[in-house]
């Protein structure tokens, strides 16, 4: 991926899927895991953010990943963040430098008086030590802690990858890259889309792969908990699995026909899961909607997915 190319989800025509199979997904999804009452209804889902319990999210661990005002940062970088931080995030994750070099991008952080904790950066494939370590000193400048690859599970064509041997290889890359990482003072993750949750030909999936051979000191969790449940699996049980590998989760809601939601507007309850953070190591729980800006919404819902967003993780209580 191009460090400065804003993106961390693949684009329609490269990786998302239609309309008619993110149905037939969301179906294969609810079948799965609704009937059992892991997501929250319909009726509920709304007022989720309003449940009562003693346990709330640090507003200080609440950030936004920026590739959801994608349009809003290319045409007014220094108002849209500042608009952030008058919402209220303190910290963001970003998905490229918007047509900036690092310092530049640092620089319209430290004005807006944000943090850029976490970033979007994809290994070099075929890997690379060099241009890897390029993008860990870029990560530096902005003032990163943790860098994170954003996306694998689909061919040159599109196609889910089902060859074991591929998710094998990247779990070495992985190490590779969590390695220098550790070495340049940075924290590295993996985040996952619904691909990886589905099987390979030996029958593990690609997610089972790549936590299985990778080592826990060197690379961590992202979990996408919208793309979770699209690929038909319950993240309390990720997190049960992966004991203290889930260190950040983007907080992405899913809608009644499997498509996004802004956050509290959608099905899943993240009271639910966030009551396990300890368990997980959860450090940083970021907000994110794939389609925000974009037909048929307006590029001015893209902030105000941001603020409902935030808005939803600081009043929940679990």
Do not use: C
């Not at 460090?3 to 149905?23: F, K, W, Y």
């Not at 990778?214 to 919208?226: A, G, I, M, S």
Request: hydrophobic share 40%; no cysteine; glycine share 10%.
């Amino acid at each position: 991926m191009d460090q400065q190319t804003p993106r961390s989800e693949p684009a329609p025509a490269s990786g998302l899927l239609s309309r008619r199979g993110l149905l037939g997904a969301a179906t294969v999804s609810a079948a799965a895991v609704g009937s059992a009452g892991l997501l929250a209804s319909p009726a509920t889902a709304g007022s989720a953010g309003q449940s009562h319990g003693r346990r709330r999210v640090p507003l200080d661990r609440i950030s936004i990943q920026l590739y959801t005002l994608r349009d809003q940062l290319a045409a007014d970088l220094p108002g849209s963040l500042a608009e952030l931080r008058r919402i209220g995030y303190r910290r963001v994750e970003h998905a490229g430098f918007v047509g900036r070099t690092a310092a530049q991008f640092r620089a319209a952080l430290d004005a807006a008086g944000l943090r850029a904790t976490s970033g979007h950066v994809g290994i070099p494939q075929p890997f690379d030590a060099a241009t890897w370590e390029r993008a860990l000193a870029d990560a530096n400048v902005v003032g990163s802690k943790k860098i994170v690859h954003p996306y694998f599970g689909r061919d040159s064509q599109g196609r889910p990858i089902r060859d074991p041997a591929v998710y094998r290889a990247l779990a070495r890359d992985l190490n590779q890259a969590g390695r220098l990482a550790e070495r340049a003072g940075l924290d590295f993750g993996y985040h996952n889309h619904q691909a990886e949750f589905l099987p390979t030909t030996n029958g593990s999936s690609g997610f089972d792969i790549l936590t299985g051979e990778t080592d826990p000191r060197l690379v961590h969790f992202e979990l996408d908990l919208y793309w979770t449940w699209r690929g038909a699996h319950d993240p309390v049980d990720v997190i049960h699995a992966n004991r203290g590998r889930i260190r950040q989760v983007h907080v992405k809601d899913l809608d009644v026909e499997g498509g996004f939601a802004d956050l509290g507007d959608g099905l899943i309850d993240f009271g639910r899961i966030f009551a396990h953070e300890r368990e997980a190591g959860l450090e940083e729980y970021i907000v994110e909607r794939d389609d925000a800006g974009t037909p048929p919404r307006a590029p001015a819902d893209a902030l105000e997915t941001a603020r409902v967003g935030f808005n939803y993780l600081a009043s929940l209580r679990y």
